[in-house]
């Protein structure tokens, strides 16, 4: 199989993989132009520091128990795994509503913290909930991919999302609940998931708990908690960081405009679903090397378009009014500024995943933590010490900062145990390219985002000086339009 054919099977599988992801995460994206039309900054920003603590929590709250099934339960016969599900399920069960408890007991101490005022206390028990039953269904999503059933797992993913989406719209512009409308919708579609898992409980759950696996899928799954969590603090503490250090009508503005990254994300995340498979299958062939040295220069090549057209064109996508509505509420265009930095930061986030080729292959996986903890670390830094100077683009800056330190470490882990000859050229051009016209943007930004024509002609030259670079070229081509 020719390196072209092995791009286009990968391209394949990431189509496959990706269209329930886009189309989910599309549709939850929809609510982010109506909160902005319905809430104030502050309150957008309680929704988004809610959403921050939720994401942390759900870390501690499945502690790798759903992973560490899978890993025991992969080729066992059928009374095993039954035991593993089981007791996996039982202990997520138990050990949800003990973490509730001691955050219940804890509770004056922290809610603060998260934006929560004496009128918004009762969110922390719809908080609780959505935690409690997202960690049960999550044995019973991981069940579902351990025997294939991809169509329902995906079935079950949207129609959570739809059913959220729905119940926003719903109770928030007919019943006037205000942010409780968000976090209730969630705690309705989490249920209504559980209820189209309950069949895949009822056909594996056995009154048996396995103490001997028990402790294996702790140790095995716990060893999974600082790298999640080091993961997940890239991702949202931000939002608690900015609240602390200016207020939640900032925090808002900064949601609001922080989610138009939707679109390099979206292009991150559908890739990165079929990689790791398509790594795998091919790791062993004498091209593989190649493989993912080409891989890197098509996805970085790929990533930047994307990156420069939606500088360009993100006040003219983000103000265009179609039937009387722009993409977002005008109150927030005055944080449009910021989502260059965030499409970068994705980007830096895609080159890590290509890079994780080495690690996976040579399986130095070990090294992940040390990996994700040194981002986190440099996140909570550099939010700290950006945020009081640049507001929030610094706060944006910082997760930016966060992914590139982490693609740096893993290239040189990556030379040093997996040693790969990139295109180092190319990719070089790529960045600079890429430096060049986000300067000149950020410079002359008063007059791009008031200009029509500029930023197709900034799009323009940038392609030019693709091909006048020899970064794309007639062979280069030819492989990616044979990719379609």
Known sequence: MSIAQKLKQLTKDTTIYGISTILGRFLNFLLVPFYTYVFSRADYGIVANVYSFIALMNIFYIYGIDVAYLRYSTNEDENKQKRNYSTALVSVFFTSILISLIILLSYKNYYLLIGLDENHKRIIYYILLI?????????????????????????????????????NIVLIKYFKLGIDAVFISNLIASLFSL?????????NFVLIFDKENYIKMIKFGIAF?????????????????????????TVGLYQANYKL?????????????????????HSQEKDSKQVISKVLTYFTLLGSIILIFLTYFIFLIATTKIFGKSLIAFNYWDGLYI????????????????????????????????????GALVNVVANILLIPKFNILGAAFATFLSYFVMSVMIYIANQKYY??????????????LNALFLSVFYYQIDIIKSSIVLPFISMLVFIILIFVLKILNKDMLKVILRLK
């Not at 209820?195 to 056909?203: S, V």
């Not at 900015?242 to 009508?249: A, I, K, P, R």
């Open 131 to 167: 935690l409690m039953l997202d960690a049960i269904s999550a044995i019973p999503f991981i069940n579902l991919r351990l025997f294939r059933k991809a169509k329902n797992f995906a079935l079950i993913k949207f129609s959570n999302i739809l059913v959220n989406v729905i119940l």
């Open 419 to 432: 040693h790969i000859q990139f295109e180092v050229d190319k990719l070089v051009k790529i960045f600079i």
């Open 195 to 203: 209820i189209l898992l309950a069949p895949d409980i009822k056909n």
């Open 225 to 249: 908690l600082p790298a999640g969590l080091a993961s997940m603090i890239i991702q949202v503490i931000d939002r608690p960081i900015l609240q602390q250090m200016t207020n939640l009508d």
């Open 261 to 281: 990254g939707i679109f390099m994300m979206l292009f991150v995340s559908v890739f990165q679903y079929a990689w790791q498979p398509f790594l795998l299958a």
């Open 339 to 374: 989502v260059p930095i965030v499409l970068l930061g994705y980007l830096f986030n895609g080159v890590y995943v290509v890079l994780t080729a080495g690690m996976l292959i040579k399986e130095k996986t070990y090294l992940a933590p040390l990996f994700t903890g040194t």
